[in-house]
């Protein structure tokens, strides 16, 4: 059964001393922050009330509100009938004692310290009333969640089954793109060159077929949508898991689309993306509160976070080792990759390797700040280690894609994003091909992804062209200078002299 993070509950009981009520409600939190609201006379039951909180939820921002209203007088205050006689046989005595003095009146006896009661409940009847009314308010809690969680399912399996459909319907049209395309060259070609030979055509056409391929996509969109149903169907915690795989199918029907050379085709790629959306949308709703970077504690954040984004063939490369080389307060964060180390790299320095199993595991338990599938490989970044470096004033680079930038932005709002653009599309073709790495058919590829790319610079806060290197990098300075002189890494960095100058010995 899958429970929702978000959670409401509320109940409330009389009883002889008065009436309590309690109203629990719980928002998604990364670990268990119980927050308890009620009046000072209840505070000696905090320690309880926790202990049953805790022994029920794991994790989650819970608050709880109680309030308690004891019996007015009008409600059940009662003569104390000892204290009456004792008060009548003392009346008699002064009398007799002293004959002229006044007898007590009605109101003196009821102004008498004492003599109205209003009854009372003892520490421990209050304390189990309240612990029967927190098992109540928690039974109910937990109901709430699991069926929010049943309506996610639901709303969830319906939108797999749809994703499906599409995919199922998509691989029909490949073949017959191909075979389309290869009749119209054929055409062509033979109108063009009086005869042209069939080997020639063979060849144009294998080539079309394997940028138009989507075998890949559509084999990683099952196996995804496979594992959506194993998450579902297992229940339990699944936020993370499936935040994570909301990541993957996006990232997968993006590329169907980008490949695609069929109007349907592209039509039920911006579908799967529709839907998409609305998954991801309700599971950040399911978990509510919106995830933040992990600061730590009681540590004020004076470095700062950039990160750098760009198609291949900008310079992106080039441009943060020059950087680096003259600005020793900066750091290039080392991902962890599931791909294997090429000749020369060590483990630890360029990358941290770990494996594909390994790498799940770690994003399911929200290891990542930000994590990605690049060509068949996983990246991510450590949180951990980020949150340390820049705790003791160390500025951090992240060299990521746009799809990556736009988990941080959203982790880490107060991170520095930068966009790196080259001069014109033929200086970045020039770029690719004077590298002398890939081959024609992937730099075609890489132009076709930057176009993806470059489409989403508007989502940065700087944008620097790559023409000249110096240039770029003065630039580059700049934008790391107004950062460091931001007033919150300012007050974080010099917190004595602030505190010197406002309060002066």
């Known amino acids: 059964m899958i429970l929702s993070m978000t959670g409401y ?16 409600r719980a928002v998604n939190h990364r670990y268990l922050d119980i927050q308890l609201r009620m009046p000072e006379e209840l505070r000696v039951f905090e320690g309880v009330l926790r202990e049953l909180i805790s022994a029920t939820l794991q994790r ?52 008498w310290n004492g003599v ?27 109901a709430s969640r699991a069926r929010e969680g049943e309506k996610l399912k639901d709303f969830l399996s319906v939108r797999l089954e749809k994703i499906e459909t599409l995919r199922t319907g998509v691989m029909p049209h490949v073949p017959a793109a191909i075979a389309a395309y290869e009749l119209k060259l054929t055409n062509r070609l033979r109108d063009a060159l009086q005869g042209a030979e069939d080997e020639r055509i063979r060849q144009e056409i294998t080539l079309f077929a394997s940028k138009i391929d989507v075998d890949e996509e559509l084999s990683r969109l099952a196996s995804h949508l496979t594992e959506m149903r194993r998450i579902l169907k297992q229940g339990g915690a699944v936020g993370k898991r499936l935040d994570f795989l909301m990541q993957e ?9 980008s490949k695609s050379v069929d109007a349907d085709v592209s039509r039920s790629a911006m579908e799967m993306k529709i839907l998409i959306e609305q998954m991801r949308e309700q599971i ?8 933040r970077f992990r600061k730590i504690p009681g540590v004020f954040m004076s470095g700062s976070l950039f990160v750098i ?14 950087l680096l080389g003259t600005n020793p307060q900066i750091a290039l964060s080392v991902s ?29 338990h929200g290891e990542f700040l930000e994590s990605a599938e690049v060509y068949g490989n996983y990246y991510g970044t450590s949180q951990s280690w980020i949150s340390r470096e820049i705790a003791q004033d160390r500025d951090i680079l992240l060299e990521i894609d746009w799809q990556g930038a736009a988990q941080v932005r959203r982790l880490f709002p107060d991170c520095i994003s930068i966009f790196i653009l080259p001069p014109s599309i033929a200086a970045l073709e020039q770029r690719l091909t004077g590298r002398g790495q890939d081959d024609s058919e992937v730099i075609a590829k890489r132009m076709a992804a930057a176009r993806e790319e470059v489409a989403h610079v508007a989502e940065f806060d700087y944008v620097i062209i790559n023409d000249n290197l110096n240039e770029a990098l003065r630039e580059f300075n700049a934008v ?23 309060n002066p010995e």
């Open 284 to 291: 950040h709703k399911n978990q509510s509160s919106k995830i």
């Open 9 to 24: 509950a509320n109940t409330s009981t009389d009883f002889v001393a008065g009436s309590l009520s309690l109203e629990l």
């Open 336 to 364: 962890y990759t599931t791909r294997a180390p090429r000749q020369g790299e060590q483990d630890g320095v360029a990358y941290n390797f770990i494996s594909r199993e390994t790498f799940t595991k770690m994003a399911g």
């Open 480 to 502: 790391v200078l107004a950062a460091r002189l931001r007033a919150s890494a300012q007050l974080a960095r010099h917190q004595n002299l602030i505190n010197q100058l406002q």
């Open 249 to 257: 199918l996006n990232r997968e029907a993006n590329t169907l689309g």
């Open 60 to 111: 989650g921002k819970v608050e709880c509100r109680i309030n308690y209203a004891a019996r007015d007088a009008q409600g059940g205050t009662m003569l104390n009938h000892d204290l009456l006689l004792q008060l009548a046989n003392w009346n008699k005595q002064v009398q007799a004692a002293i004959p002229e003095a006044q007898t007590l009146s009605v109101a003196d006896v009821l102004r």
């Open 309 to 322: 984004s760009a198609p291949s063939g900008a310079g992106k490369t080039s441009l943060v080792h020059a």
């Open 116 to 142: 109205l009661q209003t009854p009372t409940a003892s520490a421990d009847e209050l304390c189990a009333t309240l612990l029967a009314l927190m098992q109540t308010a928690l039974q109910e809690f937990s």
